[in-house]
């Protein structure tokens, strides 16, 4: 099992600024991918971005040059820097963790399906 813990949420003004931080813990030397999700009430949760474990990335068209996905040295932290928020972009984030041996299809690196492991968010509030 992998836990994930999410941090760095919080209320910001429209414009403004976030940087998001999830550290993995557990059987983490399995661990092929991490990445960010976003969810609004009613709403499907989405992918924002992902960073494979040698630092690939991928993002969401919608938050490309936006939005910058790394990680730490360790590689089992991963981090979003968020940049031009507006109060459309309030929502829960969460991280998430693909484990195991067999990595998805490209197409599916921002699909909720292809992560097996969701920390248990962290909200973000813009107001404007």
């Known amino acids: 099992q992998v836990q994930l813990v999410e941090a760095g949420g919080g209320s910001v003004q429209s414009g403004g600024s976030l940087r998001l931080s999830c550290a993995a813990a557990?059987?983490?030397?399995?661990?092929?991918?991490l990445g960010w999700f976003r969810q609004v009430p009613g709403k499907e949760r989405e992918g924002s971005a992902i960073?494979?474990?040698?630092?690939?990335?991928t993002y969401a068209d919608s938050v490309r040059g936006r939005l910058t996905i790394s990680q730490g040295d360790s590689k089992i932290t991963v981090f979003l820097q968020m940049n031009c928020l507006k109060s459309e972009h309030t929502a829960m984030y969460y991280c998430?963790?693909?484990?195991?041996?067999?990595?998805?299809?490209?197409?599916?690196?921002?699909?909720?399906?292809?992560?097996?492991?969701y920390g248990k968010g962290t909200q973000v509030t813009v107001s404007s």
């Open positions: 557990g059987c983490t030397n399995t661990l092929y991918s």
């Open positions: 960073i494979g474990k040698y630092g690939s990335t």
């Open positions: 998430a963790a693909r484990t195991g041996g067999c990595p998805p299809p490209p197409s599916w690196f921002l699909r909720k399906l292809a992560y097996n492991h």
